[in-house]
């Protein structure tokens, strides 16, 4: 039917071959998995203790102020004490309890820290427990991350990231009451 002429070459086939199929099927598995990762995720752990995403909210130029969240999980059978925080980016960092009562928002400094139950967890959160960053040295822009350490009674001291977060923070929502705009940050959109 079809002559191959003097000089010509045979065409590739059309259907791709095994080792293509194979690279196809890696690449492809390859993006599954990476798309099964938490976006932003990180946890870390000291003795029983589990920290999961420490994250620190985006703030204006200028603000000397800033929040920091968490969560402390204890699979121990005893509890531990959160009883100190560093952060690069500040001077200090304060530990801290929000709550409402009879309507009225009252936030406090907690000098001895924040007991995580044994077999329990704390949630260090907007509207809650929260970590205050005093005096910070410039602006937490959403992207970047800030080495840190928490301080624990028993458990010692662990070396952490904060991620910085949005103004509605990681999950999209900044959990703050109506009108409350965490220390001179401008309020969630």
């Known amino acids: 039917m079809f002559r191959l002429?003097?000089?010509?070459?045979?065409?590739?086939?059309?259907?791709?071959?095994?080792?293509?199929?194979?690279?196809?099927?890696?690449?492809?598995?390859?993006?599954v998995l990476f798309a099964l990762q938490p976006a932003g995720a990180h946890e870390y752990k000291l003795g029983t203790l589990e920290i999961a995403h420490p994250w620190a909210r985006m703030t204006p130029a200028g603000a000397k102020v800033g929040g920091g969240y968490l969560t402390v999980a204890n699979a121990g059978d005893a509890p531990d004490r959160l009883v100190g925080v560093?952060?690069?980016?500040?001077?200090?960092?304060?530990?801290?309890?929000?709550?409402?009562?009879?309507g009225v928002m009252t936030m406090r400094m907690l000098p001895d820290g924040v007991e995580v139950p044994a077999k329990g967890e704390v949630k260090f959160a907007p509207g809650g427990y929260h970590l205050m960053l005093m005096?910070?040295?410039?602006?937490?822009?959403?992207?970047?991350?800030?080495?840190?350490?928490?301080?624990?009674?028993?458990?010692?001291?662990?070396?952490?990231?904060?991620?910085?977060?949005?103004?509605?923070?990681?999950?999209?929502?900044?959990?703050?009451?109506?009108?409350?705009?965490?220390?001179?940050?401008?309020?969630?959109?």
């Not at 002429?5 to 993006?31: H, M, T």
């Not at 560093?86 to 009879?102: C, G, L, Y």
């Not at 703050?176 to 959109?189: L, R, T, V």
């Open 135 to 189: 005096g910070l040295k410039q602006p937490l822009k959403q992207g970047e991350r800030v080495k840190g350490t928490l301080t624990f009674t028993k458990a010692g001291t662990v070396a952490v990231e904060f991620a910085v977060e949005g103004m509605g923070g990681p999950s999209g929502s900044s959990g703050m009451p109506a009108g409350h705009d965490m220390h001179g940050a401008p309020p969630a959109n």
């Open 86 to 102: 560093t952060a690069e980016v500040a001077d200090h960092v304060e530990i801290h309890e929000m709550s409402v009562k009879d």
């Open 5 to 31: 002429l003097s000089g010509a070459r045979p065409r590739r086939p059309l259907l791709p071959s095994a080792e293509d199929r194979l690279g196809f099927g890696l690449l492809a598995v390859a993006f």
